[in-house]
């Protein structure tokens, strides 16, 4: 019954009483993004820009670069696209940008800290951007989003946005430091979006290593610790008027996706495959039953209480 229902959903995605929440696919090449159009995805929440040049010994020119992003541009030609500057470095090591021996490079150089010794390695990947941005003739009505991953701080937040508003870019921040959700207040005010990066936002604020397996009960996105600052993150974001979005894997999972709707979430991207099943679960329930699931997580003692207590909310309700 429940693949049934799952299989037969139709987007824009709803709660029961008629919210709102946008859902967007995470994709790392035209090939994905054009299989994520083929699903109810509004558009692209997190476009993985470092997983094309895994392999890259040489940095691609400004028009390679452009070729590569409008490959996934074109597949949602009138929607909302994000594209992530670089996030190289850690578990995603690019042969051109990334620092070689570190010893915690999860704490190390990566992701946006990169292009702080290396700006132009930013300056012509935004260029790159704008490029097949405006070739595409996106524009108001099909905006390209763009945001710097591991940011941490309000310069980081200006000095990134600023480049990015030089080419006519809608700038923004992943959220996955804890220090940037705390320091939101002071983040927001530089930019246009931000979107919670759940899967490093985990790691950091339970300091273990999302990589390791033995790890993983504390490396879960249900982990109160990790749902408080995205409540804090969703409150500074309703006050300053900043659209916040998850893009991390907690917005591949039914249930925690009422929950983040609950907090004031207001876009959820993920694997383009997994959309169906959040869409329809937010379909069954209301706002005020995802506002209660929030708040039982919110108040758990840990994941797997948090779990069990959105459970029995939403099966109270539905
Ligand atoms: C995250 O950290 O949650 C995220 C979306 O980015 P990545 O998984 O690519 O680090
Ligand atoms: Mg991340």
């Given amino acids: 019954e429940r693949a049934a229902r ?158 990015c508003r030089e080419r006519g870019l809608i700038a923004g921040a992943m959220i996955e430091v804890p220090a940037a959700s705390l320091m939101a207040d002071k983040i927001m005010p530089h930019l246009d979006f931000v979107s919670i990066g759940t899967n490093d936002l985990t790691q950091y604020t339970m300091a273990a290593d999302r990589m390791s397996p033995e790890l993983a009960y504390l490396t879960d996105p249900w982990q109160p610790a990790v749902l408080r600052l995205i409540k804090h993150t969703c409150d500074e974001g309703a006050r300053f008027n900043t659209p916040v979005g998850v893009c991390g894997e907690a917005a591949a999972d039914p249930l925690l996706a009422t929950v983040l709707t609950g907090l004031g979430v207001n876009s959820l991207s993920a694997a383009s495959t997994a959309l169906a099943a959040v869409g329809a679960k937010l379909s069954e329930v209301t706002l005020e039953t995802c506002k209660k699931a929030a708040e039982a997580a919110l108040d758990a003692e840990g994941a797997t209480e948090a779990r069990d207590a959105v459970r029995a909310v939403i099966d109270a309700a539905v």
Avoid at 16 to 25: E, I, M, S
Avoid at 28 to 54: K, V
Avoid at 62 to 89: H, I, M, N, T
Avoid at 115 to 141: F, N, P, Y
């Fill in 6 to 163: 799952i299989a037969e959903w139709k987007g824009p995605a709803q709660t029961k009483d008629g919210y709102r929440v946008q859902l967007l696919a995470n994709v790392q090449d035209g090939n994905s993004a054009q299989q994520a159009a083929q699903t109810e995805a509004e558009g692209i929440g997190l476009f993985r820009t470092e997983l094309c040049f895994l392999s890259s010994t040489e940095e691609p020119s400004v028009d390679e670069q452009a070729a590569v992003y409008s490959k996934v541009l074109e597949a949602f030609p009138e929607s909302k696209v994000v594209v992530r500057s670089l996030d190289a470095g850690s578990d995603k090591p690019v042969p051109f940008a990334s620092m070689a021996d570190e010893m915690n490079p999860a704490l190390g150089v990566r992701g946006l800290r990169i292009a702080r010794g290396q700006v132009e390695l930013l300056t012509r990947q935004l260029d790159a951007i704008a490029k097949a941005s405006e070739e595409l003739g996106r524009g108001d009505d099909a905006p390209t989003w763009v945001m710097a991953p591991m940011v941490a701080t309000a310069y980081e937040a200006k000095w990134f946005a600023d480049m």
